[in-house]
Each structure stands twice: as structure tokens, then as C-alpha cells.
């Protein structure tokens, strides 16, 4: 499973870049394989660890705010136990001829 996630302290200001640091070190603990992006972190892992990182991830961020809005999106496949987190961005670039940036 890879879920993207978006954890957002609603009243913090905007500068959230100490609170997004907190969740990362609580993502990069896990021991999941994880992508930083300018939008949110694409997590890949079991979807029972998946799920309880995210968990995770949101009581983290409710320890620094009294309101965190959190976007969870989801892609599951359950024919192939391919690593997806880059998979899916080399398959388009093989199809493309070329890469793209990253």
C-alpha cells in the first residue's frame, strides 16, 4: 500500500515547517519507506502499519495544536508485491522516453 499524507495544524500560524519536522521524525522512526513532497509525505508499507502511522501522524500534530486537519489518499494493489513508491514514476518515464523531474 503507498498512502499520501497532509498533516495540518489549523491556527499555528503560516510557517508550519517546525510542526511538518515533528511528523516526519515520528514517519521517518517507523521504519516505513516514505517520500517528502512539497504537498505532504507518500508513505509504503503493510496497510496495518501504514494505517497506524497515520494515526500516529495525527495525534502527533494534536499534541501542538487544538485543531489539525489531515488528508489521507490511498492506492492498494493487491496483484503485485512491487516496491510502488517508485515504481508507478518509472513505468510513466519508460512509456514517456524520458524522465521527469523530481
Known sequence: MIAEISVVPIGQGIDL???VAKVLKVIDESGLDYKLNAMGTVIEGDSGRVFDLIK??????????QRVYTTVKIDERRDTKKKMLDHKISAVEQIAGRNFKK
Open 56 to 65: 500516529k501522524c495525527h495525534n502527533t500534530m494534536l499534541e501542538a495544536s
Open 17 to 19: 515547517a517546525q510542526h
